[in-house]
């Protein structure tokens, strides 16, 4: 069992605010993503809770009791380096005993939990190497079980997964989800990889400059965006963004001109914009199709072959470019003349504040 | 990259040179100790070897009781000097503010000031103190005196151990205590050792503040030698042969621990 609260976590660096009050929420057992672009201040806010770094304001409660001064050994938690952090000059078993030693745990019952530990991450035959005689995705799980061992109320880890190559990422992302099942634990999660986030996450917290812009399921985050930084941050290609004009407003749906010309249809509630006014219009990029009688007209500067997927990056007259993802393999190439049509669900509309503007329908998957 | 021969001709030039440069004197000495005292004011290279002078040395002085003091007072020394070093070195490399590069300039700066400077201050405090010719007095001096040198090869060696590794330290339950004697120690330990042995050296052979804070019962090996260069006149051999002796402890103790020293001196503690 093992909640947290966050309640105005403010920290400074000398005169420089770094986190600028932070309100959250985690329950138990779940899996919590910080998201957000590199120096926003993930890992400040990962450290404060670790008790590595001083709060400077606001209060932090682990199952409803305040622990702003209670020091790092004593909260119940552990965490998982970016740089793993193994001590060097012992052996994986050593490392993964050494907080269970400094606890003064019989060395039966010590011995017991590395094996424990050593059997869910598959490190049995390794326990006796030192940690500069291991590869890098097993020192990651070296850390990972070290973690493990001290049965934790609260798993907390910084980029764990960056120093890794592609192949290992992927592999490693799925074993820290099944540890997840596996051990019943509250982990935050702290990456600036948004596909991390998007796959492991229960819940997102998506940083930006110390604040909090928005907090959500993946697919909350994914299908309705916040805000314009959640909307460009979350996704992979990005949401085509293109500054637009309200021509027509109704009861179901707000109609925009491209500045070249198009209109595009967005199911937005009514009575949130009037006719006339600036706003971005998002896209996504599987939100748009080949379509000889679309409404957008475009020529194609490049063509990326994933294999399953097609990605076309468009220039648009008097626009910004845009990138169309398209299922399969796709004949279209380089230089080619195409219009798109707009599947109107898959589109967002900002104010000019950046705030996203209300859609009729919510997604089915985030409720 | 190989060296080309010219390359390898010229550091085996320089190398050796520096080398013999350094090590004549102590050569030239050793080899003036087995002279009679006739020919050791001529620069002979061939003479009766004799061990006159050292059976006259021994006579005159308790050999044993000042490599004594010797060993008590730089051992002491350099574990009391360690023993503030370690925390406060810790403290300016781990947990630094922005006064920590003035502090560490500052305790350089005092080795700057010329130790005859504060011998007066220092001697009636320790007349009033009743320290003079006592060991512990020696081992405090001794221990001021290399402290600024201990931090600073301490604070270096500390700051290649990554911050990271005592925070996981910090996060598996160990207090700072706990940090600093299973984590740093056991990992900066060839830098460690390196600067104990430097310190040890460095009381070994100190001889300004041996002479002037002691006369008999503390007295060490420098005092030892001093006392062959007495108002009776010069006896180079005898001088030598005491000289020798004095060094011989220290030189034997440098031989075995020399890997130790040039590892700690030269490269990372942690790589
Ligand atoms: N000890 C410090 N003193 C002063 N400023 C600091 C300190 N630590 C971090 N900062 C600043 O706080 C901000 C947030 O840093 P933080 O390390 O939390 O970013 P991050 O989101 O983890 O970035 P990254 O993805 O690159 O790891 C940065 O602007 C950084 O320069
Ligand atoms: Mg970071």
């Not at chain 1, 702003?68 to 050593?94: E, K």
């Not at chain 1, 910004?320 to 393999?329: A, D, K, L, R, Y």
């Not at chain 2, 320089?14 to 102590?26: E, M, S, T, Y």
């Not at chain 2, 503010?97 to 405090?125: F, N, Q």
């Amino acid at each position: 069992m093992a909640t947290l609260q966050l309640r105005d976590i403010r920290k400074s660096f000398g005169a420089f605010e770094v986190i600028k009050g932070i309100d959250l929420e985690i329950d138990d057992r779940e899996f919590v993503v910080f998201v957000g672009p590199s120096g926003c201040g993930k890992s400040t806010l990962l450290r404060m809770i670790a008790g590595l770094e001083e709060i400077t304001g606001g209060d932090l409660m682990i199952d409803g009791k305040r622990i702003n001064r209670v020091g790092p050994a004593d909260r119940g938690l552990a965490m998982v380096f970016q740089s793993y952090a193994l001590y060097p000059h012992m052996t994986v078993r050593q490392n993964m005993a050494f907080a269970l030693r400094l606890a003064r745990v019989p060395k039966a019952e010590r011995d017991r939990k590395v094996d424990e530990a050593a059997r869910i991450l598959q490190l049995e035959p390794y326990l006796e190497r030192r940690p500069k005689d291991l590869s890098g995705g097993q020192r990651q799980r070296v850390a990972i079980g070290r973690a493990i061992v001290r049965q934790p109320k609260v798993f907390l880890f910084d980029e764990p997964l960056s120093n890794l190559d592609a192949a290992l990422r992927g592999q490693m992302r799925i074993e820290l989800l099944r540890l997840h099942e596996e051990l019943n634990a509250t982990m935050i999660y702290v990456t600036h990889d948004q596909i991390e986030a998007m796959t492991m996450a229960d819940k997102i917290v998506v940083l930006q400059a110390g604040r909090v812009e928005q907090v959500g399921s993946p697919l909350e985050l994914y299908h309705h965006p916040a805000n314009l930084f959640v909307a460009g941050f979350i996704g992979s290609p990005r949401m085509n963004l293109m500054e637009a004009k309200v021509v027509e407003t109704g009861p179901t749906g707000t109609s925009v001109a491209l500045p070249s010309g198009p209109r595009i249809e967005v199911p937005i509630e009514g009575g949130t914009t009037a006719n006339g006014d600036a706003v971005t219009l998002g896209i996504r990029p599987e939100g748009l199709r080949i379509d000889p009688a679309g409404p957008i007209a475009g020529t194609v500067a490049l063509v990326e072959r994933l294999g399953g997927l097609t990605l076309l990056h468009l220039t648009i007259a008097g626009s910004e470019p845009m990138t169309v993802q398209i299922e399969g393999s796709d004949a279209t190439r380089t230089h080619d003349q195409i219009r798109l049509a707009v599947d109107p669900a898959a589109c967002h509309l900002f104010d000019q504040a950046g705030q996203a503007l209300p859609q009729h329908a919510r997604h089915p998957l985030a409720a | 990259m190989r060296a080309t021969p010219l390359q390898r001709l010229l550091s085996f030039i320089f190398g050796w040179g520096a080398a013999l440069l350094l090590f004549f004197p102590i050569a030239w000495m050793v080899l003036t100790s087995f002279k009679s005292e006739r020919d050791a004011t001529s620069p002979g290279l061939f003479f009766a070897p004799s061990l006159d002078s050292y059976r006259d040395v021994f006579a005159r002085a308790d050999y044993l009781s000042f490599a004594l003091n010797s060993v008590v007072i730089s051992v002491g020394g350099t574990v009391l000097a360690l023993l503030f070093a370690i925390p406060a070195a810790y403290a300016m490399a781990f947990h630094p503010t922005h006064r920590t590069r003035g502090t560490l300039l500052w305790m350089l700066s005092t080795k700057m000031l010329p130790p005859v400077g504060v011998l007066v201050p220092i001697y009636l405090l320790f007349r009033t103190a009743g320290l003079l010719d006592s060991r512990s007095g020696l081992v405090m001096i001794y221990a001021l005196m290399n402290l600024p040198i201990v931090v600073w090869m301490l604070f270096t060696f500390y700051k290649e151990v990554p911050n990271e590794i005592l925070e996981a330290g910090r996060m598996d339950g160990a207090k700072t205590a706990g940090e600093v004697w299973f984590l740093l120690l056991p990992l900066t330990l060839p830098g460690v050792a390196s600067t104990g042995l430097l310190s040890l050296i460095l009381c070994w052979n100190e001889a300004f503040w041996s002479l002037n804070l002691t006369s008999a019962g503390a007295a060490p090996l420098t005092a030892f030698i001093a006392s062959f260069s007495s108002p009776e006149g010069l006896f180079f051999a005898k001088l030598s042969a005491a000289s020798t002796m004095a060094v011989a402890p220290i030189l034997v103790f440098g031989w075995f621990s020399q890997r130790q020293l040039v590892q700690g001196l030269t490269f990372g503690a942690v790589k």
